[in-house]
């Protein structure tokens, strides 16, 4: 029998997007769910769309087919890889104000963003003494794997990006302007729109990497990388290595924080319950209901 490999298409576009079309695209989309064994996670507004999706590599076609029909989505912004098993349970797709959460309305990406970085030069870009790093990701994401003496915002969630900004930005630049700042992400969006703000905000030699960190992955030998460690993704495979293979991390399914080998060894760890990182976040009613839902997914394993 023939095992099924899923495509996995990592997806977005910022570009004005009418809104009576916006839902013409979504019931598109969940026809080809219906007929196929289509899933994933896509957002999509008046600015543009972001996710990824899931689904053999035929079915993949012919979801981007329909998509470049609506929006003629940029080539530079797909990422593919590969994995063994559905990293989604069914295809989600969600309307809201924003692609990505800034909740800073008055940016366009789409007109005023950085300078596109394509893998290669990027490496000369962030070995230079005058070039600030921003990683523009989340704490738990920098926490697993980032590009070494890269700067880390420590935010829970993009939103927090500009008010780091405005109050800690300064701080790395000696001279006003004095410096390039490159900034990255996982695909590229979240540091697009950074670049967008940051040029609003005065600044001038703002970068971004193209593709983000997944791209650089693909382009790059092990050897040449300076990224170390692994890139989280918003997916089950929870990380890839640098083969963009599932890599060594799983979930908390209690706080959601990814947690290595080595975490689920110490004594803090009770598999569905809790890890170390949120030992002290719950209550015992909280704990209770997390070890009914644990035990009823282990005897589904089962049936």
Same mark, same amino acid.
């Given at each position: 029998?023939?095992?099924?490999?899923?495509?996995?298409?990592?997806?977005?576009?910022?570009?004005?997007?009418?809104?009576?079309?916006?839902?013409?695209?979504?019931?598109?989309?969940?026809?080809?769910?219906?007929?196929?064994?289509?899933?994933?996670?896509?957002?999509?507004?008046?600015?543009?769309?972001?996710?990824?999706?899931?689904?053999?590599?035929?079915?993949?076609?012919?979801?981007?087919?329909?998509?470049?029909?609506?929006?003629?989505?940029?080539?530079?912004?797909?990422?593919?890889?590969?994995?063994?098993?559905?990293?989604?349970?069914?295809?989600?797709?969600?309307?809201?104000?924003?692609?990505?959460?800034?909740?800073?309305?008055?940016?366009?990406?789409?007109?005023?963003?950085?300078?596109?970085?394509?893998?290669?030069?990027?490496?000369?870009?962030?070995?230079?003494?005058?070039?600030?790093?921003?990683?523009?990701?989340?704490?738990?994401?920098?926490?697993?794997?980032?590009?070494?003496?890269?700067?880390?915002?420590?935010?829970?969630?993009?939103?927090?990006?500009?008010?780091?900004?405005?109050?800690?930005?300064?701080?790395?630049?000696?001279?006003?302007?004095?410096?390039?700042?490159?900034?990255?992400?996982?695909?590229?969006?979240?540091?697009?729109?950074?670049?967008?703000?940051?040029?609003?905000?005065?600044?001038?030699?703002?970068?971004?990497?193209?593709?983000?960190?997944?791209?650089?992955?693909?382009?790059?030998?092990?050897?040449?990388?300076?990224?170390?460690?692994?890139?989280?993704?918003?997916?089950?495979?929870?990380?890839?290595?640098? !083969?963009?293979?599932?890599?060594?991390?799983?979930? #908390? @399914?209690? $706080?959601?924080?990814?947690?290595?080998? &080595? *975490?689920? =060894? !110490?004594?803090?760890?009770?598999?569905?319950?809790? #890890? @170390?990182? $949120?030992?002290?976040?719950?209550?015992? &009613? *909280?704990? =209770?209901?997390?070890?009914?839902?644990?035990?009823?997914?282990?005897?589904?394993?089962?049936?």
């Amino acid at each position: 029998m023939r095992q099924t490999i899923y495509k996995v298409a990592s997806i977005y576009s910022f570009f004005s997007f009418q809104e009576n079309l916006i839902l013409d695209l979504k019931d598109k989309l969940l026809s080809i769910e219906n007929t196929n064994d289509l899933s994933g996670l896509l957002i999509i507004s008046k600015e543009g769309i972001n996710g990824t999706i899931c689904a053999e590599e035929t079915v993949i076609e012919q979801v981007l087919k329909i998509m470049r029909k609506f929006i003629g989505i940029n080539e530079s912004n797909l990422k593919f890889s590969y994995s063994k098993t559905k990293i989604f349970k069914k295809l989600k797709i969600k309307i809201k104000n924003e692609i990505v959460t800034m909740g800073v309305p008055a940016i366009n990406p789409s007109k005023d963003a950085g300078t596109y970085v394509d893998s290669f030069r990027w490496n000369k870009l962030i070995k230079d003494r005058n070039t600030l790093v921003i990683d523009t990701r989340n704490h738990y994401e920098v926490s697993i794997g980032s590009f070494k003496e890269s700067i880390n915002p420590n935010t829970k969630n993009f939103s927090e990006f500009p008010d780091w900004v405005d109050n800690n930005l300064e701080k790395y630049i000696s001279t006003e302007n004095s410096k390039n700042i490159a900034m990255f992400c996982t695909g590229g969006i979240r540091c697009e729109k950074a670049t967008t703000l940051l040029k609003n905000k005065g600044y001038n030699n703002v970068f971004h990497l193209k593709g983000g960190i997944l791209k650089y992955l693909e382009d790059m030998s092990k050897e040449e990388s300076l990224f170390e460690g692994e890139c989280f993704v918003f997916d089950k495979r929870v990380a890839l290595d640098h !083969k963009l293979e599932k890599g060594s991390y799983s979930i #908390c @399914h209690a $706080c959601g924080m990814p947690i290595s080998i &080595e *975490d689920q =060894k !110490k004594e803090q760890y009770i598999e569905g319950i809790q #890890c @170390h990182f $949120c030992i002290n976040r719950f209550t015992e &009613e *909280d704990r =209770k209901r997390f070890k009914e839902r644990q035990k009823q997914i282990e005897n589904s394993k089962k049936t």
